[in-house]
């Protein structure tokens, strides 16, 4: 299903779903410590999101099993909270959340290093991720394409200003968003400018570049879900939710 232009009651909606997005991720990244494990971590994003009054979107989607993803240094994306899965100081910890309210979607992430960073380059891989993600957001408009978007993303990712040349992993791209998790269309890391399907004043979308230290391969673990790097190396993934307005955009998923 292509993405609709919402109405002002679904827009509504839509902004206080994803204050509560914003929330909750603010307050798992505060609380998020090493020694913890991802399941914990997914316990507290599950209660503060109970007391706001939202339902997570992502428990039970396709299956999935918890109501947050939680991925580690080579997982990019999709991990499953475990138990048994402990955060270490100097970690990559992405936290990717959805939340439902009256019936309308919101998608964001963040990655963060847990304590300090082990490396300067995990420093630089997230602040690259993050900016890609930014200068995504800033070409929009009415009338945009998703070409004008993923060249932006992408031009930050393999710039020298910014370390120089990350993984950007292509199975996985943004997309349109608000009724459905996932809605038409698919809103990729790269392209070319003033390609791809255009995208109107009223559409929400996700931008959500998911970079690497190393290969833009991945593939699916055997617990069916998580996404890891091919090579091992370490990820980073940003996500937020924008409403494309007439003359740039509104992020619906920041407080
Ligand atoms: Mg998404």
């Excluded at 706001?52 to 991925?71: E, H, R, T």
């Excluded at 580690?72 to 309210?101: C, M």
């Excluded at 998911?210 to 879900?225: F, K, Q, S």
Aim: include cysteine; glycine fraction near 10%.
């Amino acid at each position: 299903m292509n993405t609709r232009i919402k109405t002002t009651a679904e827009l509504a909606a839509m902004r206080e779903s994803g204050r509560m997005l914003a929330t909750v991720l603010q307050a798992a990244r505060k609380q998020t410590v090493a020694g913890m494990s991802t399941k914990d971590i997914a316990l507290i994003t599950a209660s503060e999101l109970q007391a706001l009054g939202g339902k997570p979107a992502f428990l039970g989607y396709q299956g999935f099993p918890d109501v947050i993803c939680i991925s580690v240094n080579q997982e990019v994306v999709h991990g499953i909270p475990r138990a048994d899965k402990i955060i270490k100081s100097g970690d990559i910890v992405s936290l990717d959340f959805g939340v439902t309210y009256q019936g309308m979607i919101t998608d964001g992430a963040i990655s963060m290093i847990v304590d300090k960073p082990r490396e300067q380059r995990h420093t630089e891989l997230v602040r690259a991720t993050e900016a890609s993600m930014y200068e995504g957001i800033a070409v929009l408009h009415d009338k945009v394409r998703t070409g004008d978007i993923g060249a932006a993303v992408q031009a930050v990712l393999e710039s020298p200003k910014y370390g120089g040349k990350y993984g950007i992993v292509r199975d996985l791209v943004g997309h349109g968003v608000g009724h459905e998790l996932h809605e038409d269309p698919n809103v990729p890391n790269y392209g070319r400018p003033n390609t791809g399907p255009w995208l109107s004043a009223g559409m929400t979308i996700c931008i959500e570049p998911m970079a690497t230290l190393g290969t833009e391969r991945v593939y699916v673990a055997p617990d069916g879900w998580t996404i890891m790097t091919v090579d091992g190396s370490w990820a980073a993934h940003f996500e937020h939710t924008i409403l494309i307005t007439e003359a740039g955009s509104e992020i619906i998923t920041e407080l």
